[in-house]
């Protein structure tokens, strides 16, 4: 070890000698090369100084040291500072570890500094060991005392009993110095005191009442921290008591209007009285109102129109009000007066139909003066005049009459549905002002069907008949089909609606006794039940078929023709000839004729 050596350099005397005896010695030297393998160590953890406020610059605080087991400028140790931010306060000798101070502290600013202290030795690169000083500023009584405020006022009603606390005044000392306070000046009658501790000014004697409003005192407060003292001015008010209400005269108030007034117009001006004094004595007006038709100025007592008056919807036409008159003063007194308001109507609202739209409903065969139904208008108009509605038609109508004060709709005829299925008639409602307004609105009545027409044959434009024919249909057949061969379908309506049409059924009532056709009841089809022979029977064929229903029936005329077939050989009639030769008479002449016949009609 370099460090516990007492010389860093030997001198060896090395012999090398052989078997044989032979020696030879030599000198060798050997130097011992210090290393920097020992950092700084201070001589104690941390450092307390201490030093008190407003210093001057370079006062010594105290020294640091460090030692270095190395020898050489290894072991040499030096000193510095590593945070730049302490350097602003203190500086560090590198050598001897003596700290100073660069400025004068401030015990309010930083009461205490810690700061780092660094020892290095002379190494490349040095070692090094950072150790805290701790410096605590000492503080002194060198800031005056201030008050929170600039000044203080309060105010303090002049029957205010004894001790009550007016107003609190507060100082602060940054150096932390109890204060005291006093009253300097204002005080000569003695009438206020001050907590010596608190800062509280209490009322030491009382008040004048005779003098109270607008008696003022000014005040002036100090505060001592046993050097200093500062002093503030403290204004107090003495309050005059609110002892005197106000009063109305006259205390009821009768008013008219009419529903055509002007918004802002004055109704009247209602006056109150109060014998007291500044803000005691000024009144402010307000009103209780059962709705937004008048308003009263606070401050002149004027009743004005708010919104044009209504006694429309059931409001009525007489309206009461409460006045108020309050003063200003602490706790507000106040007294009242009543208003009756009377609103005169006037004819300002049409009648309104009720319920609307409007729809009624009567059956086509129901008998004259049947009631529809009934519409109603309402009028918001206060007045029976005014709210007094009559009703009529908008325009004439053979069909029905409305009852002018009921409203009732009645039929005046008997109705049609097939005919006319609705109508949609105008009512007026008008009321008995002056002058008279009204509305209008449509009333819409269905006539609702009864089953009372016949089923209607329709014929179908193939099958129609000569013209010279009364029937519905025409058809024809040839003879021969099958049993169950389609001839045609017939078809059959009902006009009312009332009636489903897949409810009518169809049968043939006449013209089939010997049973040759049918018919489908539901769809009206018709067919052969035969197979039919035009050569032996009748090949025209008159059907009367009838469309039902629940309630009424219809008849249709229906012709079917069979048409011929060529079914049937000729036959030849016996034939007697008579013919006398005559050699030259006959070449290419009739001797004579045979006579055919053949069943098929159609056929010669």
Known sequence: DYDSLTTDAYRLQVKAEDAGGLSSVASVIVTVINVNDHSPVFDQDGYPFSI?????????????????????????????LPNVADRSYFHLDAASGMLRT????????????????RASDRGAPPRMTVTNVTVTVGDVNDVVPHFEQHSYSASVSENARKNTVVVTVKANDVDGRPLQYTILSGNSDGRFSIDVTHGSIRIAKALDADRGGGQKYSLVVAAYDGRHNVSVNVVVNVVDVNDHSPAFTPVYYEAKVTESERVGGLVLT??????????????????????????IDSATGAVLVASTPDCDRGKGIVHQYVLWAHDNGTPR???????????????????????????????????????????RATDDDYSVANRNVRYSLGQAS?????????????????????????????????DSGTPPLSSQTYVTIHVKDVPDSKPIFASILSAKPPLNSSACYQAYIVENKPVGTFIMAVHARVPDSSVAQSS??????????DGLFRINSSTGAISSAVVMDRDGGRHTHHLTVRASTKYVFGDCDVIVKVRDVNDNPPIVRDTNLFANLLHSSFQG????QVRLIDPDISVE
């Open 589 to 592: 002449g009739v001797i004579g």
């Open 504 to 513: 009518i059924r169809y049968g043939i009532q006449a013209g089939n006794d």
């Open 52 to 80: 008190d406020e407003n210093n001057v610059p370079s006062s010594r605080l105290g020294s640091v040291h460090a030692t270095d087991k190395d020898r050489g400028v290894y072991g040499t140790v030096v000193y510095d």
């Open 398 to 430: 053979e069909e029905f009459h409305i009852e002018r004060v009921t409203g009732i709709i009645r039929t005046t005829a008997v109705l049609d549905r097939e005919t006319r299925s609705q109508y949609r008639i105008l009512v007026n409602a008008r």
């Open 102 to 117: 660069v400025v004068a502290l401030d015990h309010e600013s930083h009461p205490q500094l810690v700061l780092a202290v």
């Open 333 to 375: 007194r106040n007294d009242s007066a009543h208003l009756k308001l009377t609103i005169s109507d006037l004819n300002d609202n049409a009648p309104v139909f009720v319920g609307a739209p409007f729809v009624g409903y009567v059956l086509e065969n129901a008998k004259r003066r049947t009631g529809v139904l009934r519409v």
């Open 270 to 295: 209602a006056a109150a009285s109060d014998r007291d004094s500044g803000e005691n004595g000024r009144i402010t007006y307000s009103m209780t109102a059962p709705d937004s038709t008048l308003r």
